[in-house]
Structures are given as C-alpha cells and as structure tokens.
C-alpha cells in the first residue's frame, strides 16, 4: 500500500506550493514504520527506513524525480508542538518539492499546515492491521 500511494504521488506531482505531508497515527506496532518501508521503495530509496525516534527528522535525497527530498520524522518523543519548530519544519513543508512523512503527527498537529494526507493504522491482530488513507483540508 505504501509503495503503491508514493508511485500515485510520483505520477500526480507537484501541485501546490506546499509539501505533501502524510501524517500518520497508530499505536506502537501499528504498522506505521511498515509501511513507509513501502513507500520509500516507492520513490525508489535504496537505503533502510529505520524509524527516526531518537533523531526525529532523516531527510533521503530523491533523484530524477519532481521532488528533491523525502523526508521522514518522528515525533513519538516531541512533548510540545513548537519543539518540532526548531528544525527547520516551517521551511521543509513549504517547499512543493519535499515529500514528508510524519508519524506521531497528533503530536504536532497544531503546527502542521492545513492540507495534508492522514492515514491511519489500527491493529487488528499480529499480522494484520486497518489502515484508511484520507486526504485533510483544514
């Protein structure tokens, strides 16, 4: 599913003057990290998606694409929104040409901009998990 929503947003491109920001929500375990081991296949990343937990932010540099940057954070550890503030988020989601994936996003929801992609994952049992995609215009 991850793979398959980063080659839809390859194709579609850049179409507004902001990042597209996918936020995801879940418990741990919920498939979260999972699945943006897809996506990243998706926009043909070759490293390992390794959830950034301790560092918060990992940016991947995409090539011979549209989109320059995808960048992966974390914020499970981030107590306050306006922490996340400090790393140069306002920049990164208002640059069209960057790709952001946020897990933990109900953490920072309150400095997020208005239109973003939430997906959410529930955990049904030890190998399956609901996850239901929906694009957010605040």
Known sequence: IGKSLAQKILRKGIHEDKAIILGLI????????????????????????????????????????????????????????????????????????????IEWIDKIEKVVPSCLTKIRFKFLDKNKRQIKINKISK
């Open 26 to 101: 879940g418990d741990l375990g919920g498939g979260k990290t999972t699945f943006l081991q897809g996506f990243a296949k998706g926009l043909d990343i070759k490293e390992k998606i390794l959830s950034p937990t301790f560092v918060i932010l990992k940016r991947f540099k995409l090539h011979g694409l549209r989109f320059k940057n995808f960048y992966h954070i974390d914020c499970y550890r981030i107590q306050k929104s306006k922490e996340i503030l400090g790393l140069d988020f306002r920049k990164i989601v208002n640059d069209a040409q960057n790709i952001i994936a």
